[in-house]
């Protein structure tokens, strides 16, 4: 456990502060405090994060606790609530907002690159919604640990920099401990946010948002004939590659609505989030999804309709003329199929271990896929057991056991090894770049799950910390940690996650 004290007093600027989004419009956001605790203790500070971030990890250590829950608001720091909209499973809601979430203030990182800094927890805003603005501990672990192995996967994704407990408790169907959780990320603008303005007719205001993403994100866009089309085209590439990322590990979002989907394209949001076990493109995780909008298979196309209410907004910037404008947004759209076939033909074809291109290689990957999904496959097991079948025909024997009918895969196998074949790569050589794809450790829901009931009940956080450890290394083989990479056993399997608020 990483508890440190609260402490008394004012701290001192332990983060380095530049802040943009407050020089916008005052009709962007409200200002807002974060609303003092009875008694916080930092769980865990992302050391290596702070870091990277140029913060003064000394001065975190001391007054941590006290930023962390919003008791002390740091040197520098300009709290806000962002103001922004969203489609909510297809149904439009004008405002949204920071309901529970007051972004401190920006830094910009050892690399140059600016990131935001956010309390989620931290007491009520304008945009509360009736609500009170806080956090349980079981939603903040479950975003530390899955937004840290989503990065330490591969895949962009907002950070987490500290977890803090409260010391009160929120009242949900019962009462839990209170805690705040910090993010890091590229930004916090979502295509809600241009839904916002356009909802209002307030189209100065969605040309002032265009115009700050493009220069905060997308610079290499202000050369462009059409930088509003580019931004668009941009945004449309980011997500296209993400949701690929996601399919890649079994992942499954759960709330892909417009207030969910960032423009700069990281993952955000870990609330009904979950991976996959046994493979089924249908599967659903979030309790509040009843009808399978965001199920596993869904999310590419739920990825172009939200990158269509994002054009909606930003058509009358395309070109003066209206049949012009829809034309070159819809253009726009068209592509994004094609783009996100590609990344996840070619993350697909690097999970079966394959180099090259060639026609037929999609029909391998869906033969394989339909052979997972009838056989109950793991998907992350199948993927990894087949480097060892890459290596040596006798690995064959391992990724048979995953199947309930082990004698269906020999004529796919034998597909297989004739594609490769026609590659010039040698077998370790090919199960090694395997092994670098296929993780062999993901944030298992149960262990998530058993994380979180260890730390409620009992204020255990070994539990929460070893699944920290193991996840940050997926790709690498850990025999001494070889449970946290099995499948749940009869009466572990998690089959409803739920949304955070």
Not at 274 to 287: L, N, R
Not at 378 to 385: N, P, Q, S
Request: aromatic residues 10%; proline residues 6%; hydrophobic residues 40%.
């Amino acid at each position: 456990m990483n508890y440190v004290p609260p402490q008394s007093g004012s701290a001192t600027a332990p983060l380095p502060f530049d802040n943009s989004y407050t020089r916008l419009p005052a009709n962007f956001y409200a200002r807002v405090e974060p609303t003092s605790v009875a008694e916080p203790w930092l769980i865990k500070l992302n050391r290596p994060l702070a870091e990277e971030l140029g913060l003064d990890i000394a001065a975190l250590e001391r007054d941590g606790a006290a930023i962390f829950s919003g008791n002390t608001v740091p040197a520098g720091a300009e709290p806000l609530a962002m103001a922004y909209a969203g489609h909510q499973f297809g149904t439009f809601v004008p405002q949204l907002g920071d309901g529970r979430a007051i972004l401190l203030g920006e830094v910009v990182d050892r690399n140059g690159k600016r990131r935001d800094i956010q309390l989620k927890g931290a007491g009520q805003t304008p945009y509360s919604r009736r609500g009170d603005g806080r956090a349980a501990l079981g939603p903040v672990l479950r975003e530390y640990i899955v937004s840290e192995a989503m990065h330490a996967l591969g895949v962009p994704t907002t950070r987490a920099l500290a977890a803090t407990v409260t010391g009160q408790p929120v009242y949900r169907e019962q009462i839990l401990p209170g805690a705040v959780f910090t993010r890091v990320a590229s930004s916090h603008i979502r295509v809600g946010t241009f839904q916002f303005f356009a909802a209002r007719g307030d189209m100065d205001s969605v040309k002032t948002l265009a115009d700050y993403v493009i220069d905060r994100h997308y610079p290499e866009l202000k050369a462009d004939e059409n930088p509003y089309l580019g931004l668009l085209k941009a945004v449309a590439e980011r997500q296209a590659a993400l949701i690929a990322r996601w399919l890649h590990i079994g992942f499954i979002h759960g709330v892909m609505n417009t207030d969910n989907m960032t423009i700069s394209g990281e993952t955000i949001d870990f609330g009904p989030c979950a991976f996959m076990d046994a493979y089924d493109p249908k599967k659903v995780f979030s309790s509040i999804d009843q009808f399978g909008r965001y199920a596993y298979a869904n999310q590419p196309a739920i990825g172009q309709w939200n990158l269509a209410r994002l054009a909606e907004t930003l058509v009358t910037l395309f070109d003066p003329t209206a049949d012009v404008a829809v034309n070159l947004a819809n253009d726009a759209l068209g592509e994004y199929g094609t783009i996100f076939q590609n990344h996840w033909l070619d993350g697909m074809r690097r999970k079966i271990g394959l180099s090259t291109a060639e026609d037929g290689d999609l029909e391998l990957v869906q033969g394989l896929l339909a052979l997972m999904h009838k056989g109950g496959a793991d998907f992350t097991l199948a993927f990894r057991a087949l480097a060892s079948s890459a290596e040596n025909a006798g690995g064959d024997v391992e990724f048979a056991k995953l199947f309930q009918e082990p004698e269906a895969l020999s004529p796919w196998l034998e597909d297989w090894r004739r594609r490769l074949e026609r590659e010039a790569r040698q077998p370790a050589e090919r199960a090694a770049a395997m092994r670098a794809v296929n993780p062999a450790f993901i944030p298992r829901n149960h262990r998530v799950e058993q994380a979180i009931e260890a730390a409620i009940e009992n204020a255990d956080f070994s539990l929460f910390e070893a699944l920290l450890d193991v996840t940050s290394r997926p790709y690498e083989d850990q025999p001494g940690h070889a449970a946290y990479a099995a499948p749940p056993q009869p009466g572990e399997e998690v089959l409803q996650t739920f949304c955070g608020t």
